[in-house]
Structures are given as structure tokens and as C-alpha cells.
């Protein structure tokens, strides 16, 4: 566990003392004991992703509502495709939240709330589509708080970090019914990478020169369709966001790095 929270802080959290939100609305200090009865189910809790001066550096994309999963994970691989290969920006996290997908983006150093807040908006409106249903009403962008993966929800559905190639799998429902293993939760954010101050500058620039918000940008080309991509082999980059992968894709990539699948999600 202790591994395992040592990871969230790295690419989500801050090295000074944060908060989290309880039932009434009231902030009280997220300690590691707190974060490990989350992590653990016995106390789920939001966590304020925002300083007290106005900074974060975890930006969560929500991609969910009633019904049209298949919609919402074809929504969600196309900002994570854009991410990598139309922005330059590492590979983000994928996770379940027991009632919709989550796309989480690690930054080095933390960044003003109203520009991370234009930086999801401005991802939402140049890579999705303008007639998709997930526009319609744009669910909250949790720049500001939220659950960290992996924790018990509400419904008995516990939330979780997966693999990409995983994704088609929860479209009915994205959440496990029991919880994930600690090690492969581990083994799912070792590898992930923060963007960088420049990074982060650069891509921010191309959006807002997309969005005619800057002058002499080049423009983002469209995100490639997500039937084109590639299954996954030994030659695929190893940031690539597949929509789907075959089971001995997955074992491969697990084994990989020494962690041993075991398959939660219960059948009907």
C-alpha cells in the first residue's frame, strides 16, 4: 500500500499537506492513514486537487452518463490518442469509476486552476466530435476534486486504474465488484511520466491556436479514427491507447512487468 500511495503522490498529489472533502462539505487534512483506509475501502474520500492558492497539477477528464458506453470510451480514446500523438504529451492514466471512465493527466509542476480548466474544455471541443451525445451536457471536469482510484463507491462498485486495451470490456459497466489488486494498480501508474512545464506550454498553444485564441499556431490535425489504430504487439509504442486487445494482449503486457492477472469482474 505504501508503494502504491508513494505512486499517487507522484503524479497527482502535492509534497505539502492536502485535503480532502467530507459528507458535510467540511476539508480536513488527507494524512497517509486517511489515504490508505481510501485506498483500502474502510473510508472513501474526495481529494481536493486544488492548493489554497489556487494550483493543481491532476487534471481528470470524465467520460460517463446514463447509458451509450460504447459512445464514452470511443470519446475517451480519442482525447487520449490525441494527447499522445497530436499533443506530444506522455501517456495518462485510464480508470473506472464504477459509473464511468476517467482520463487522468499528471503535471510536473502545477499550474493555475482557470488554465487547467481551459486546457480540458479546449481538449473536449477540438477532439470530440460536435455532434457527439457527450457534449450534449458536458459532465464535470474534476479539476478540482475527486476520488482517487482505487476506492469503494457508493453503489458497491469499486473504481479502479486499467489497462487502455481493457476498456471495451466495462462499456455495460465500468466499474469491478471486487477490489483490483494492489500490485496491478501499481504496475498500471509505475511507468506513467508527468508533463512537463514546456510540454504542457506547447500543447496548451496548439489548443488555443485551434480555438482562434492565438495568432500563427499551427493547428492540431484531427485525432486519428479509432478503427485504425493498431492491435497491440511487441512493436506497438508502449504509450499507445488501444480500444480493444485480445486477452493474451493483455496477459503479455501484465507478465511483463512481473505482475500476475487476476480477473475481478464478476460475470452475469
Excluded at 466530435?129 to 457527450?134: E, H, K, N, Q, R
Excluded at 464535470?140 to 487502455?164: M, R, S
Excluded at 470490456?169 to 496491478?184: I, S
Amino acid at each position: 500500500m505504501h508503494k502504491l500511495i508513494s505512486e499517487l503522490t507522484r503524479l497527482y498529489l502535492f509534497d505539502e499537506q492536502q485535503q480532502y472533502v467530507e459528507a458535510d462539505g467540511g476539508a480536513q487534512p488527507l494524512t497517509p492513514a486517511v489515504l490508505a483506509r481510501h485506498l483500502s475501502g474502510e473510508q472513501t474520500v474526495a481529494v481536493q486537487l486544488v492548493t489554497g492558492s489556487g494550483l493543481t497539477r491532476a487534471l481528470v477528464l470524465e467520460f460517463g452518463g446514463k447509458g451509450g458506453g460504447e459512445a464514452h470510451w470511443s470519446a475517451l480514446c480519442m482525447i487520449a490518442n490525441a494527447v499522445q500523438h497530436e499533443l506530444d504529451l506522455p501517456a495518462p492514466a485510464v480508470s473506472i469509476s464504477g459509473s464511468a471512465f476517467q482520463l487522468w493527466l499528471s503535471l510536473a509542476t502545477p499550474v493555475p486552476v482557470a488554465q487547467a480548466r481551459q486546457f480540458v474544455q479546449l481538449l473536449r471541443s477540438t477532439f470530440l466530435p460536435a455532434s457527439t451525445d457527450i457534449l450534449a451536457i458536458v459532465p464535470p471536469d474534476y479539476v478540482e476534486q475527486a476520488a482517487l482510484p482505487p476506492c469503494l463507491q457508493p453503489t458497491g462498485k469499486w473504481a479502479a486504474f486499467i489497462h487502455p486495451s481493457m476498456g471495451a470490456a466495462f462499456v455495460d459497466e465500468p466499474g469491478l465488484d471486487m477490489p483490483p489488486p494492489p500490485a496491478a494498480q501499481l504496475g498500471f501508474l509505475e511507468s506513467l511520466r508527468s508533463i512537463t512545464p514546456g510540454q504542457f506550454a506547447q500543447a496548451l498553444a496548439k489548443l488555443q491556436g485551434h480555438a482562434g485564441l492565438l495568432d500563427a499556431v499551427p493547428a492540431p490535425a484531427p485525432a486519428p479514427a479509432i478503427a485504425a489504430l493498431p492491435v497491440a504487439t511487441s512493436a506497438t509504442a508502449p504509450g499507445l491507447l488501444l480500444q480493444d486487445a485480445t486477452l493474451e494482449d493483455i496477459v503479455r503486457w501484465l507478465h511483463a512487468r512481473n505482475i500476475e492477472p487476476t480477473f475481478r469482474h464478476r460475470l452475469p
